[in-house]
């Protein structure tokens, strides 16, 4: 997919961060676009600026591990656009939690969005996909997909699994030779609210945080990547067919040492977190 104009991409979690910068910098490209989300307010703002571009806009509001809610969201963008190119499963959530401590309700909540979500939205837009003739699935992993963390397992696991289930759906369709490919998506730190809407558990203090209280604003540190810069990168990752895509320098540094150390860079990062929490 060399170019975007014409074509018809759907979003999740459009109402702010990469999913909104993609909405606006699709439609900035002539791409028409159906964009959902649980905040139908922010929703809207995101909806207002990519119309802005003289594009067709059409907005859900919903939760992407509501697996009926994203089939007949898929139905009704291909009924209301004609065809669908493109599906950004890129809604997620965040959790910060030991694996001996983290709550049953919490792991299933995160499994849910982060990876039944991707799922979801995946089977429901393929077939759309294969009628288009041109299609595309981008799903969004993480740095966190490739590299474990302390205190971040429910989420590794979720990303590592959309990393796997992506993986092999572009193996199948390389095969299949149906005119759709995949993209597994995996940003470092990227500035949007995902640190803040998630949930922190206590039980990382003196793990992770001093004060779990405010492990979100610690974690907002790190962030260094804007969305709109991780936006272009995405775009332009599905414009030359890229199998994987890193987004921002420290998922370079950390895709480079986990290549050079597979197993020795889990010793590598808890000796890091230690000298981070004797400096805190």
């Known amino acids: ?70 089939q007949s969201w898929a139905d009704d963008t291909a009924a209301e656009h004609g065809k669908v190119n493109l ?58 997909g490739l590299c474990s963390q302390p205190g971040m397992g429910g989420y590794n696991a979720s990303k590592f699994a959309v990393r796997g289930f992506t993986e092999s759906l572009r193996q199948e369709l390389d095969l299949q030779r149906c005119g759709v490919s995949a993209t597994s998506v995996h940003p470092g730190g990227i500035k949007t609210n995902i640190a803040r809407a998630g949930r922190v558990d206590r039980n990382i203090e003196g793990l992770l945080v001093k004060d779990s209280t405010k492990g979100a604003a610690q974690f907002e540190k790190l962030f260094i990547t804007t969305a709109d810069s991780a936006a272009l990168t995405i775009l332009k990752a599905v414009q030359r067919d890229a199998r994987r895509v890193l987004v921002g320098p420290d998922a370079h540094l950390i895709d480079w040492m986990v290549r050079c150390f597979p197993s020795f860079y889990q010793a590598i990062v808890a000796f890091l977190t230690k000298r981070f929490m004797r400096k805190v």
């Open 1 to 70: 997919m060399k170019n975007f104009s014409g074509k018809v991409a759907a979003i999740t979690g459009a109402a702010s961060g990469m999913g909104r910068q993609l909405a606006i910098r699709l439609a900035e490209r002539g791409c028409h676009v159906a964009i959902s989300d649980v905040n139908a307010a922010e929703l809207e703002i995101t909806a207002e600026r990519a119309r802005a571009y003289g594009v067709r806009v059409t907005t859900r509001s919903l939760d992407v591990s509501d697996r009926a809610a994203m």
């Open 87 to 144: 599906i950004f499963n890129n809604a997620g959530v965040a959790l910060s939690s030991t694996m001996e401590g983290v709550r049953y309700d919490d792991f299933e909540w995160i499994m849910a969005i982060n990876f039944w979500g991707v799922v979801y939205g995946t089977k429901a837009f393929m077939p759309y996909l294969k009628a288009a003739g041109e299609g595309h699935v981008i799903n969004t992993s993480s740095v966190f």
